[in-house]
T-cell receptor
Framework: GQQVMQIPQYQHVQEGEDFTTYCNSSTTLSNIQWYKQRPGGHPVFLIQ?????EVKKQKRLTFQFGEAKKNSSLHITATQTTDVGTYFCASGNTGKLIFGQGTTLQVKP | DGGITQSPKYLFRKEGQNVTLSCEQNLNHDAMYWYRQDPGQGLRLIYYSQIVNDFQKGDIAEGYSVSREKKESFPLTVTSAQKNPTAFYLCASKTAANTGELFFGEGSRLTVL
């Protein structure tokens, strides 16, 4: 079945450094979604990308969908302590949504 | 307020007992989902339902059962056949469209002693 692989699993950064997580698939994805889960919380939707090569920005967060629609990335510029949590990509169609393993971000003040 | 309510938040059970986790939504969403979350393994899909009285197995359905008798409700039963049931269970819902965000409940943490 469809799988999305996410790397890295963990990332520790100093506050102010940049952070990137990557999501890869061996098959073409119809869309990609990104979620953030704070420690002890539940996943919260961040954004959805649908078009090949699409780039969207939310303040310090930049989301990209690859030209071949097989990969995606989330980049955070100048991390802050409020960015800590686990970031998940997810994709699917016909109702079935599959999540990547997530990247847990720790930010050292 | 519209949202998804999961109960109980914490649950302890003895090995061999069946457990039912509740999930209720008042968002008028057609599709509902159950995910299991274990450390380092992300969210794994157990069951999902796109319409009342219909549901499909996800990637790890063995040892679980669901029902969808009402649009707003999608309970999950963790049966004694589930070999490693201790986990964090998340219920979610969305509109029926192929795109669109998932709204999650706050989760139920099940510990089997």
């Amino acid at each position: 079945g469809q799988q999305v692989m996410q790397i890295p699993q963990y990332q520790h950064v100093q506050e102010g450094e940049d952070f990137t997580t990557y999501c890869n698939s061996s098959t073409t994805l119809s869309n990609i979604q990104w979620y953030k889960q704070r420690p002890g919380g539940h996943p919260v939707f961040l954004i959805q990308l649908v078009k090949s090569g699409e780039v969207k920005k939310q303040k310090r967060l930049t989301f990209q969908f690859g030209e071949a629609k097989k990969n995606s990335s989330l980049h955070i510029t100048a991390t802050q302590t409020t960015d800590v949590g686990t970031y998940f990509c997810a994709s699917g169609n016909t109702g079935k949504l599959i999540f990547g393993q997530g990247t847990t971000l720790q930010v050292k003040p | 307020d519209g949202g998804i309510t999961q109960s109980p938040k914490y649950l302890f059970r003895k090995e061999g007992q069946n457990v039912t986790l509740s999930c209720e939504q008042n968002l008028n969403h057609d599709a509902m989902y159950w995910y299991r979350q274990d450390p380092g393994q992300g969210l794994r899909l157990i069951y999902y339902s796109q319409i009342v009285n219909d549901f499909q197995k996800g990637d790890i359905a063995e040892g679980y059962s669901v029902s969808r008798e009402k649009k707003e409700s999608f309970p999950l039963t963790v049966t004694s056949a589930q070999k490693n049931p201790t986990a964090f269970y998340l219920c979610a819902s969305k509109t029926a469209a192929n795109t669109g965000e998932l709204f999650f409940g706050e989760g139920s943490r099940l510990t089997v002693l």
